[in-house]
């Protein structure tokens, strides 16, 4: 994607000096709200700019002033798979001496049935999360939740159990905007990601490097920051870090207890002060920054090199982070706060991923949420289906999200979410779920009904709302069709239009 910057924008969008006040507009708070979140509707764009960018700012990240949506006690069962019980372990034992082919039959099926209930578990869990996403009166925590079963992440395909996703899901929502530090200690703790990782298998003698080498690799210093002796040292540190059904159990005597050296330290080390270890170098904050600046900044380039300015602004987030002992919620007031978060080469400049492209649709739109079993398969084709990561190292995003077959996709279910129409018809209930487009005309009319008879204007409006741009072609080809369809901005052609628009490639991006 290419920027055009002049040289003064290029001089000062290299460090994370202040945005001010008059410079924060419309196009600045919409750019805000997409990437603290999941988009904003017109309403919500102004407010944004009637406070400014400090209280802005400060809403979305201190979350002093929005309630926290409560997870209902008991929502999900926390029995259905974990380890069998006394009388179990005691029929099957019966069976396989005896063997009682029968009875083990029997046994099989009870565990097929709880498997298959377990399967249906999880999609209810995608269902549950997904709602949150679209109604979240705290947007930036449920993004950041995002983010870390990304960065951490852990595939219900591998695990098969549900409860202990659903466990990990609510570790990452408690922990979203705090301390970094604080989770990498709690993640050698997971069940889920204990037993994704099959550290629950690693003993004195035979210890596992899975987790061991994913913390250094994907977790915290990135390749080139450590050596395959720490992995190993690495691993003998977290032996004996297990879990017994929901609940973490580190077993003594299968813990290696013996001296340890781990990137230049030394000692009878456990996994703790494994962590305590990898926190201590200056690479971790490093390769943390540049994980976060390209979930809500910009893309960086594959050779670990990105351009003058972009490498300055890394260093202070870096040199912040350190400063602010791993605390997340600074470094990205200081990122959101700053003139480079709303130069041109930060703004427009990345895709949406499918959970941003449907769950921003919604919320910045207002249109039905309809079937979120139809929104979830559709995150699915496009390549995020939520708790299914496709491996540890998370999803690739940015340009991955894109080929032919995504886009359309896209289109279709953009397509859905306004009119109701599926590929294979229209959804049941379209007649009465349609999409209202007055919210999004709010800030237009403003109680003027007659500004809707200016076609120009209206298609201005629309694609500075949609697209944060409004690109000569796109306004010719929206005029175009107006004029060939009567000339008449009823409800009906605003939804065409929205229809056109976001099937434009400027509206994958944000």
């Given amino acids: 994607m290419s920027t055009t910057e002049t040289p003064a924008t290029q001089a000062r969008a290299g460090v994370l000096s202040p945005?001010?006040?008059?410079s924060f507009g419309y196009t600045q708070a919409r750019h805000l709200l997409w990437r603290a979140g999941f988009g904003g509707t017109p309403d919500q764009i102004q407010l944004l700019v009637e406070w400014g960018p400090e209280r802005s700012v400060e809403h979305l990240v201190e979350l002093t002033d929005t309630p926290r949506q409560p997870v209902e006690e008991g929502r999900f069962s926390r029995s259905i798979i974990g380890s069998p019980d006394a009388e179990t372990r005691a029929r099957y034992r019966r069976a396989r001496q005896t063997n009682d082919e029968e009875a083990l039959a029997r046994l099989r099926l009870e565990r097929q049935r709880r498997q298959a209930q377990d399967r249906k578990q999880i999609r209810e869990m995608q269902w549950w999360w997904l709602t949150r996403l679209i109604e979240t009166p705290r947007p930036l925590e449920e993004k950041m939740t995002l983010f870390w079963h990304g960065h951490f992440a852990t595939s219900y395909r591998t695990i098969e159990d549900s409860y202990h996703m659903f466990v990990q899901n609510q570790l990452y929502r408690s922990n979203a905007l705090g301390n970094y530090g604080v989770?990498?200690?709690?993640?050698?703790?997971?069940?889920?990601?204990?037993?994704?990782?099959?550290?629950?298998?690693?003993?004195?003698?035979?210890?596992?490097?899975?987790l061991a080498r994913e913390i250094m690799e994907l977790f915290s210093l990135g390749v080139g920051n450590y050596t395959e002796n720490d992995i190993k040292e690495g691993a003998r540190a977290l032996t004996g870090y297990t879990f017994e059904d929901d609940r973490f159990v580190f077993k003594q005597q299968n813990h290696d207890g013996g001296a340890k050296r781990i990137l230049g330290r030394g000692g009878n080390m456990d996994g703790d002060d494994f962590v305590d270890t990898i926190l201590a170098q200056q690479a971790c904050s490093n390769y943390m920054c540049q994980k976060l600046y390209r979930f809500f900044a910009a893309d960086l380039p594959d050779s670990g090199k990105p351009d003058r300015e972009t490498a300055t602004v890394l260093r202070e987030m870096a040199s912040l982070f350190r400063r602010a002992n791993y605390e997340v919620a600074p470094v990205l007031t200081k990122l959101f706060l700053s003139e480079h978060f709303y130069s041109d080469r930060v703004v427009n400049q990345r895709i949406k991923s499918p959970v941003e492209l449907i769950v921003g649709a919604i919320r910045s739109l207002h249109t039905p949420a309809r079937d979120l079993s139809v929104l979830l398969d559709a995150m699915?084709?496009?390549?995020?289906?939520?708790?299914?990561?496709?491996?540890?190292?998370?999803?690739d995003g940015e340009r991955s999200w894109i080929n032919t077959s995504t886009m359309f996709v896209r289109q279709n279910?953009?397509?859905?979410?306004?009119?109701?129409?599926?590929?294979?018809?229209?959804?049941?209930?379209a007649d009465e779920q349609r999409f209202d487009a007055d919210p999004v005309l709010n800030q237009l009319t403003q109680g003027d009904p007659s500004a809707l008879k200016d076609s120009g204007r209206v298609i201005d409006y629309l694609l500075r709302f949609t697209l944060g741009q409004a690109p000569?072609?796109?306004?010719?080809?929206?005029?175009?069709?107006?004029?060939?369809?009567?000339?008449e901005t009823n409800d009906d052609m605003i939804t065409g239009l929205l229809l056109l628009i976001t099937a434009m490639p400027e509206y994958q991006l944000t």
Wanted: hydrophobic content about 35%; aromatic content about 8%.
């Fill in 19 to 22: 945005i001010s006040r008059e």
């Fill in 183 to 210: 989770l990498m200690h709690q993640i050698i703790r997971d069940p889920a990601m204990i037993a994704y990782l099959d550290n629950n298998d690693s003993r004195k003698g035979k210890p596992n490097e899975n």
């Fill in 413 to 429: 279910i953009m397509t859905y979410l306004l009119t109701g129409k599926t590929p294979r018809g229209y959804d049941a209930l």
């Fill in 472 to 487: 000569t072609h796109a306004r010719d080809a929206l005029l175009g069709f107006v004029e060939t369809n009567g000339g």
């Fill in 380 to 395: 699915s084709l496009m390549g995020q289906n939520i708790l299914f990561p496709p491996s540890v190292a998370g999803w």
